[in-house]
């Protein structure tokens, strides 16, 4: 009976946490190279009226500026301009880890590593999905009655796991618990791999690394090729074969490496509110922001806004990084709005390409964008469900 009253009551909690209609953020390709500013501070105001420029120019180099207010405040996006690009292209889905060993052994090659972009020459990888767990090591501990399992820390400690030690349990020795790939997992080595083969452990059923999808291209193919080898001999990938694409297609003029995102932001804010679009917004303010600021700051999930920190203080900061951020999965469907909930923003609206939206005028507030009107929910559920399971266990 209390079987059934426990599967009955987690039933309930699935069923209270799905949305009545589908609801999601959107994603662009170009939220790579970009950062959008959320101006939701109090204080803040915005007047349309006197024009927003499209572009603007820094250190000789051309931005797109887009500017269109919310529900939650004005928003300010600057863009990296698209071209398109003649080339070979590769593209990778799967598992991938970038140990610190591989990242060590691609530098010693000549590689340049910048965030999530690998540049080896004229070859440029980037990192298009990772997992949403972890940004490092210390957003993951380990737990279970052994401390066999390596989870996210806000999850951990409510797992619960029967108090047996296997004896491959010691292979856990030569590694340790952190951040693969925004995923919390055991990180991986030859020696702790081979230990757990020796136990007769696969180790893909104890190293959590999470899917990964790479685009790579460069102008040559051949060089696109030799760089390609590089990187999965680097990464311990077999590959039987490679193969490299030749297309056009559209992408950044500038790469994210050679062009200062906080410049960039900064000179924007600076010629808004020298127009008398934005008024309230302080220097400090600014160069908050320009500090905060990275390509790829964009879209619901990274955009920066005026947020509570983890320590429970105010600053201008990316969503993601804010206190219990409501991160959710988004689709390509173009850009996000602050509204209610009823209608994603679409490229074809008012307010994507450069234009004005909605009413002329309108004073900013400390709204943020975690509303009741967003039903997809990534973290609590599963706490919750944990806890559930965890009562169950005890009332057996």
């Known amino acids: 009976m209390?079987?059934?009253?426990?599967?009955?009551?987690?039933?309930?909690?699935?069923?209270?946490?799905?949305?009545?209609?589908?609801?999601?953020?959107?994603?662009?390709?170009?939220?790579?190279?970009?950062?959008?500013?959320?101006?939701?501070?109090?204080?803040?105001?915005?007047?349309?009226?006197?024009?927003?420029?499209?572009?603007?120019?820094?250190?000789?180099?051309?931005f797109l500026l887009k500017v269109w207010n919310g529900s939650?405040?004005?928003?300010?996006?600057?863009?990296?301009?698209?071209?398109r690009q003649l080339g070979a292209h590769w593209v990778y889905s799967g598992t991938l880890v970038?140990?610190?060993?591989?990242?060590?052994?691609?530098?010693?090659?000549g590689w340049l590593i910048n965030g999530s972009e690998l540049i080896r020459g004229n070859a440029t990888f980037r990192i298009t999905n990772q997992g949403w767990e972890c940004k490092s090591d210390s957003d993951c501990a380990t737990g279970g009655c052994s401390g066999e399992v390596c989870a996210p820390k806000v999850?951990?400690?409510?797992?619960?796991?029967?108090?047996?030690?296997?004896?491959?349990?010691?292979?856990?020795?030569?590694?340790?618990?952190?951040?693969?790939?925004?995923?919390c997992s055991w990180k991986p080595n030859p020696e702790f791999e081979k230990c757990l083969r020796n136990y007769g452990v696969d180790p893909s059923r104890v190293i959590r690394a999470?899917?990964?999808?790479?685009?790579?291209?460069?102008?040559?193919?051949?060089?696109?090729?030799?760089?390609?080898?590089?990187?999965?001999?680097?990464?311990?990938?077999?590959?039987?074969?490679?193969?490299?694409?030749?297309?056009?297609?559209?992408?950044?003029?500038y790469r994210t490496s050679e062009v200062n995102a906080s410049?960039?932001?900064?000179?924007?804010?600076?010629?808004?509110?020298?127009?008398?679009?934005?008024?309230?917004?302080?220097?400090?303010?600014?160069?908050?922001?320009?500090?905060?600021?990275?390509?790829?700051?964009?879209?619901?999930?990274?955009?920066?806004?005026?947020?509570?920190?983890?320590?429970?203080?105010?600053?201008w900061i990316p969503y993601d990084e804010s206190k219990d951020p409501l991160l959710i999965r988004t689709v390509g469907c173009g850009y996000w709005d602050t509204g209610n909930g009823d209608s994603a923003v679409s490229p074809d609206e008012p307010g994507i390409n450069g234009t004005q939206q909605g009413t002329?005028?309108?004073?900013?507030s400390s709204s943020t964008p975690a509303s009741g009107s967003i039903k997809t929910v990534c973290g609590p559920g599963l706490i919750v469900l944990l806890s559930l399971g965890v009562i169950g266990r005890r009332r057996k």
């Open 2 to 62: 209390r079987r059934v009253y426990a599967l009955l009551v987690i039933v309930a909690f699935i069923a209270s946490m799905l949305p009545a209609r589908s609801i999601g953020a959107c994603f662009s390709p170009s939220d790579l190279y970009s950062v959008e500013v959320l101006l939701n501070k109090p204080g803040i105001e915005y007047n349309l009226s006197p024009g927003v420029p499209g572009e603007i120019d820094v250190e000789g180099r051309t």
């Open 72 to 83: 939650y405040g004005l928003h300010v996006r600057v863009e990296i301009p698209t071209v």
């Open 98 to 109: 970038l140990t610190s060993d591989a990242l060590e052994k691609l530098r010693e090659s």
């Open 155 to 183: 999850v951990v400690g409510r797992i619960a796991t029967p108090c047996v030690y296997a004896p491959w349990y010691q292979c856990f020795q030569l590694t340790s618990c952190g951040c693969v790939n925004g995923t």
């Open 210 to 253: 999470g899917p990964t999808g790479i685009v790579g291209k460069a102008p040559d193919p051949d060089e696109l090729r030799e760089a390609v080898e590089e990187l999965l001999k680097a990464t311990g990938i077999n590959c039987t074969s490679v193969e490299i694409q030749s297309r056009s297609e559209e992408g950044p003029a």
């Open 263 to 315: 410049k960039v932001v900064e000179k924007a804010l600076e010629e808004l509110v020298s127009r008398g679009v934005i008024r309230g917004l302080t220097k400090e303010d600014i160069v908050e922001i320009a500090k905060a600021a990275e390509w790829g700051n964009a879209g619901w999930n990274s955009h920066i806004g005026w947020y509570e920190t983890k320590n429970g203080t105010y600053s």
């Open 360 to 364: 002329p005028e309108r004073t900013g």
